[in-house]
């Protein structure tokens, strides 16, 4: 506190400090006994818990949909023209990202590393493919990779929402599209025929077919193959000479071709542009949209350039070091499933994204395992494989996404089974915004993936506690225990269903017993192989302290969960 405020009164110190605490423990309102049990089971000290990538609760939101903090940036570009149902900017922004972050929302959803969609400035014209005017408000249609797209803020936004994020403990990855530019439009000239084809489109029957082409009518596809080297596209030139930035922009570049010798081929001006966020500001990981319609080098290439753009920010700024792990890259190869380890199949070729490019790739076939198997094969099976074929690296879950249409529970029936089965798969977790509030993922009048990508239901939460604590507590146990994502799983009863995880990293060591389907009242469980005789365990769940005797634990509960940790 300042010096000149030494003198306020103890009463009036104290009530400050308890409103503070107030709004760093809870951001929504929510029932007060709820409230009182959930700030109960918060207090373990996370302080010397490692971060895993491996084991991360990942949250993934679409920039433009999930809150409004700036309503006087709503509008640019003159993106004015009337829209299809939810195809145009809804008004979020990064200040309400960091507004949210500072509340305190992931925190107590146990978010510990965020996924924002495409941040960099959209076309500014409207296409019409039969949906409707749409704009670029999902952040894929990129017109200029070296801006911020103003209807989503400033880069003194995107610097005040990663440094409030790190002072949380939480990581933001960005959204990185190297395969396309945005639709031609009115306003958005197709760039030169030395960056870009404009045809044949993909017909996805083999691997040159699924890289050599675009991916959809009117989506212009990089030319990510080529060495030759080309000038700066002709409608970049004029932008940045009108926004009078062009002298610094071709310095910038003039600087990162001399220092890696790269050639100026299409491909690395991109990477230069997208590694500039992670020098200025940063970021702790990438996202990798459509990685497998992009020769498989191009992220080895991509791995080498955000590697050192994230090493120099280090160096630069010793003081806002997080840890020793290393740049973050997961991959979008569409269809990839974590059965297939590290290989993807097109049919005439193989190809493995891991080497020297991914930590890890999304896991398309979560869904469909969640669907057809019980928890502990679907457990079992996913340990097999991360500790064998996959060890050293990871796979991102999901059970909703923004362009999956059709999500694990489209009407939002199973929310706290979603929750059960994510947060609790080996692997790292992707919520999608909105899953732990039951978002309506079926709106009146959309066209394809646009019911997806409501507006976050900030004003439906007091009537979705139950699920939100159910998807908190869950979050929570998970970020404080690694053991839960990458740990080693192993069964101990069958009914009710009991596991355990064990995770060590140098001199850390975690371990976890996790129930499920139990019965209301009281049960016995055995615990012996992780926690001994006299010691003192909690139900995070329910908040309970009980102690081991002759290798178990009685517990009385009136949930079908139990989340045990040694009480610290």
Same mark, same amino acid.
């Given at each position: 506190?300042?010096k000149?405020?030494?003198?306020i009164?103890?009463?009036m110190?104290k009530?400050? %400090?308890?409103?503070a605490?107030?709004?760093?423990?809870?951001s929504c309102?929510t029932?007060k006994?709820?409230?009182q049990d %959930?700030a109960?089971?918060?207090k373990?000290d996370t302080?010397?818990t490692?971060?895993?990538?491996? !084991? !991360?609760?990942?949250? =993934?939101?679409l920039?433009?949909r999930?809150n409004?903090?700036?309503k006087?940036?709503d509008v640019? /570009?003159?993106?004015?023209?009337e829209?299809?149902?939810?195809?145009?900017?809804?008004?979020g922004?990064?200040?309400g990202?960091t507004?949210?972050?500072e509340?305190g929302y992931?925190?107590?959803?146990?978010?510990n590393?965020i996924?924002?969609?495409?941040i960099?400035?959209?076309i500014h014209?409207?296409?019409?493919?039969?949906?409707?005017?749409t704009?670029?408000?999902?952040?894929?249609w990129t017109?200029?990779?070296?801006?911020i797209?103003?209807?989503?803020g400033?880069?003194?936004d995107?610097?005040?929402l990663?440094?409030?994020?790190h002072?949380?403990?939480i990581?933001?990855?960005l959204?990185a599209?190297i395969?396309h530019t945005?639709p031609v439009?009115? &306003?958005?000239?197709?760039?030169?025929?030395d960056?870009?084809?404009t045809?044949p489109?993909c017909d996805?029957k083999? /691997?040159?077919?699924? @890289?050599? *082409?675009?991916?959809?009518k009117?989506?212009?596809?990089?030319?990510?193959?080529?060495n030759?080297? $080309?000038a700066?596209?002709p409608e970049l030139v004029?932008?940045?000479?009108a926004?009078?930035? /062009?002298?610094?922009?071709?310095?910038?570049?003039d600087a990162?071709?001399k220092a890696t010798?790269?050639?100026?081929?299409?491909r690395?001006?991109?990477? &230069?542009w997208l590694s500039?966020?992670v020098?200025e500001f940063g970021?702790?990981?990438y996202?990798?949209?459509?990685?497998?319609?992009?020769?498989?080098? $191009?992220?080895?290439?991509f791995r080498?350039? *955000?590697d050192n753009?994230f090493?120099e920010?280090?160096?630069?700024?010793?003081d806002?070091v997080?840890?020793?792990?290393?740049f973050?890259m997961v991959g979008? @190869?569409?269809? /990839?499933?974590?059965s297939?380890?590290?290989?993807?199949? =097109?049919?005439?070729k193989? @190809?493995?994204y891991?080497d020297?490019?991914f930590?890890? +790739?999304?896991? =398309?076939?979560?869904k469909?395992?969640?669907?057809?198997k019980t928890?502990e094969?679907q457990?079992?099976?996913?340990d097999?494989i +991360?500790?064998?074929?996959l060890k050293d690296?990871?796979?991102?879950n999901?059970?909703?996404?923004?362009?999956?249409?059709?999500p694990?529970?489209?009407n939002?029936e199973k929310?706290?089974?979603?929750?059960?089965r994510l947060l %609790?798969?080996?692997?790292?977790s992707q919520i999608y915004?909105g899953?732990?509030?039951?978002?309506d993922?079926?709106?009146?009048?959309?066209?394809?993936?646009?019911?997806?990508r409501?507006n976050m239901?900030?004003?439906?939460?007091s009537?979705?506690?139950?699920v +939100?604590?159910?998807?908190q507590k869950?979050g929570q146990?998970r970020?404080?225990?690694p053991?839960?994502g990458?740990g080693k799983?192993?069964?101990?009863s069958?009914s009710?269903y009991v =596991?355990?995880?064990?995770?060590t990293?140098?001199?850390?060591?975690?371990?976890?017993?996790?129930?499920l389907?139990?019965?209301?009242?009281?049960?016995?469980?055995?615990v012996?192989?992780?926690f001994?005789?006299?010691?003192? $365990?909690k139900d995070f769940?329910?908040?309970?302290?009980?102690?081991v005797k002759?290798?178990t634990?009685?517990?009385? $509960?009136?949930?079908?969960?139990?989340?045990?940790?040694?009480?610290k």
């Open positions: 506190m300042p000149h405020k030494l003198n009164k103890y009463n110190k009530s400050i %400090l308890l409103i605490l107030s709004i760093l423990t809870f309102k029932d006994k709820e409230q %959930l109960k089971i918060q373990q302080m010397k490692p971060f895993v990538w491996e !084991a !991360a609760n990942l949250y =993934f939101l920039t433009d999930f409004n903090g700036d006087t940036n640019n /570009y003159d993106r004015t023209k829209t299809g149902v939810l195809r145009g900017f809804e008004g922004d990064l200040k990202i507004k949210k972050i509340d992931f925190t107590n959803l146990g978010v590393a996924w924002m969609s495409p960099v400035e959209q014209g409207a296409t019409n493919e039969g949906t409707g005017n704009y670029g408000y999902h952040g894929y017109k200029d990779w070296t801006n797209d103003a209807n989503l400033t880069k003194e995107l610097k005040n990663v440094d409030a994020a002072k949380k403990g990581r933001i990855v959204d599209v395969n945005g439009t009115d &306003k958005d000239a197709v760039w030169p025929s960056w870009v084809r045809g489109q996805y083999n /691997y040159d077919n699924t @890289v050599t *082409c675009t991916l959809v009117n989506l212009p596809d990089i030319k990510t193959e080529s030759d080297t $080309v700066l596209p004029k932008k940045w000479k926004e009078g930035r /062009y002298e610094q922009e071709v310095a910038e570049l990162f071709f010798g790269y050639p100026r081929a299409p690395f001006y991109i990477m &230069k500039d966020y020098k970021i702790d990981g996202r990798v949209d459509t990685v497998k319609h992009t020769e498989s080098y $191009v992220w080895q290439e080498v350039v *955000c753009a090493t920010f280090k160096q630069s700024n010793p806002k997080l840890d020793d792990n290393n973050y979008e @190869v569409y269809n /990839y499933g974590i297939a380890g590290t290989t993807f199949d =097109f049919g005439d193989k @190809v493995n891991f020297k490019a930590n890890s +790739l999304i896991n =398309f076939e979560f469909w395992d969640a669907n057809q928890y094969t457990f079992k099976a996913y097999s +991360l500790n064998s074929n690296y990871g796979v991102l999901y059970l909703t996404s923004h362009d999956d249409g059709q694990f529970d489209e939002r929310s706290y089974e979603t929750a059960t %609790l798969s080996p692997g790292t915004y899953d732990e509030s039951a978002r993922l079926t709106i009146e009048g959309t066209i394809g993936d646009a019911t997806l409501s239901n900030w004003n439906e939460l009537q979705k506690q139950d +939100l604590i159910h998807w869950l146990f970020r404080n225990h053991a839960v990458a799983h192993s069964i101990i069958d009710p =596991f355990s995880r064990s995770y990293k140098g001199t850390f060591n975690d371990s976890v017993v996790i129930g389907d139990f019965s209301k009242g009281k049960h016995t469980v055995n012996s192989s992780i001994k005789d006299g010691q003192q $365990v769940y329910s908040g309970q302290t009980l102690e002759n290798g634990i009685t517990i009385e $509960v009136d949930t079908n969960i139990i989340l045990l940790e040694k009480l």
